[in-house]
């Protein structure tokens, strides 16, 4: 977490102490306000399409649980899903009755956008992928998903957890009609954060999953009435220091500059996974033609959970990706578990080269 994150939510947590919740958010108000125009700019969105939710999973949730989908009608995935969307679609589509259609992948490990165009018929409502999978550093053709969903029509909704913060992510450039994101990741903001993006011309096709009286007015005894834009997607209670510690986070990767951020990310990746793939016995699991922060890999003869150990006596934190959380991914591809290493803009060549050394230890 950069320091004017970390400051800010101490800014206001103090001011909590000091002198209350409600006094602490009048404080904030011009910090809260700025929350919606730094990530207009960040995603080049219009202020009022940017809704703050408490996280990326939930922010993707409140969108898809208001869609309209009946019984015939069909959802395109990937198996690069993240596997909460894909619990939510199976959960959905048990209670509505519409099928779920996998797209395949074509020979770079990506979604097929050609195919993605041939499975597209008329009771096709929803393509609902994912950017950056949680378990690799594939990066999906987001855009050209875009081109063709607007082709034919459908609602687009895209999972850009993993991409925003360290790819300069366009949502007119994509053309997705929705997209959620999270604090703590590659923005490096706040636990307990997320937001969500949708577009104007689509929000009244979403109907909101929950309401409360700040995304609702109560207009007459029987009657209600949603807020303008994307507000609606919010709740009345949320965390305060943590929407203004993600505005700081924001602000902090729009100075660095995202394109900036994208070339160094990608840069000191491929140096790592060509670094690992030097070493006897590891091998690199990333699909895909663009490659992004994320290093997945695995020893012979070294669980990555012993992996994962010992990296951390080196003071090395690394995580593990494991099947049950990407079972349409690892499942055909036979891996059970996965190391796996994220890099950022302030790593350096010097960390890279002691990460290897630590790995070959391993
Ligand atoms: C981490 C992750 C999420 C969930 O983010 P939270 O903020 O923890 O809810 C969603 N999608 C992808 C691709 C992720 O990697």
Known sequence: MPTPVFSAL??????????????????????LQ????EFAGLLNADPDEIAFVENATRAWDMAFYGLHLEPGDRVITHG?????NYLALLQQSRRLGFEIDLVPSDEFGQIDVDALDGM????????????????????????EVGKIARK???????DACQSVGQINVDVAEIGCDILSGTGRKFLRGPRGTGFLYVRKGIIDQIDPPFIDLLSANWTEANNFA???????FENWES???????LMEAVRYARKIGLSNIETRVAMLAQDLRDALEGIKGVSVHDL??????????TKAGAEPAAVEERLRADGINVSVSAMPYARLDLEPRGLMSMTRASVHYFNTQDEIARFVEAVKRA
């Open 34 to 37: 700025a929350f919606y125009t």
């Open 226 to 232: 949603f807020v303008d834009g994307a507000k609606r």
């Open 239 to 245: 965390y305060v220091a943590g929407r203004v510690g």
């Open 288 to 297: 895909g033609q663009q490659k992004c922060g994320i290093v997945t890999f």
């Open 10 to 31: 101490q800014r206001v947590l103090r001011d909590e102490n000091e002198v209350g919740g409600y006094e602490a958010e009048r404080r904030a108000q011009g910090d």
């Open 80 to 84: 690069s899903e993240y596997a909460s």
């Open 152 to 158: 034919h029509g459908i609602l687009y909704l895209l």
């Open 120 to 143: 597209i018929g008329p009771k096709t409502k929803l393509v609902a992928i994912t950017h950056v999978p949680t378990q690799g550093g594939l990066v999906n053709p987001a855009a």
